[in-house]
Nanobody, 125 residues
């Protein structure tokens, strides 16, 4: 069983920065792509960013490209999301997730099988 625990959310003014962390249990972390998604009430969960198992390739939603950076430290079983130039539209619950298959990468939420509990990010003045 894989457990994912997010941290680092909070309240930030527009233009500010936050870094989210997601710590994973288990010994197979380095074999799987990891993703970040976000959700606001009444809307579907949307893709934010994903990173391959080695960390060599990353993917971003157009809405966050150039502002957010996903990274991972396989020695620490942790994936990060650095969020800069935050906007009110970034307000959401942010979830990390593990791809359902090893050594492939997807950007659709349905292709991820393990999810964290989520961390709230609120961007407001």
């Amino acid at each position: 069983q894989v457990q994912l625990v997010e941290s680092g959310g909070g309240l930030m003014q527009p233009g500010g920065s936050l870094r989210l962390s997601c710590a994973a249990s288990g010994r197979t972390f380095s074999a799987y792509a990891m993703g970040w998604f976000r959700q606001v009430p009444g809307k579907e969960r949307e893709f934010v960013a994903a990173i391959t198992w080695s960390g060599g390739t990353t993917y971003y939603a157009d809405s966050v490209k150039g502002r957010f950076t996903i990274s991972r430290d396989n020695a620490k079983n942790t994936v990060y999301l650095q969020m800069n130039s935050l906007k009110p539209g970034d307000t959401a619950v942010y979830y990390c997730a593990r791809d359902r298959l090893p050594r492939v990468i997807h950007t659709a939420a349905g292709d991820y099988d393990y999810w964290g509990q989520g961390t709230q990010v609120t961007v407001s003045s």
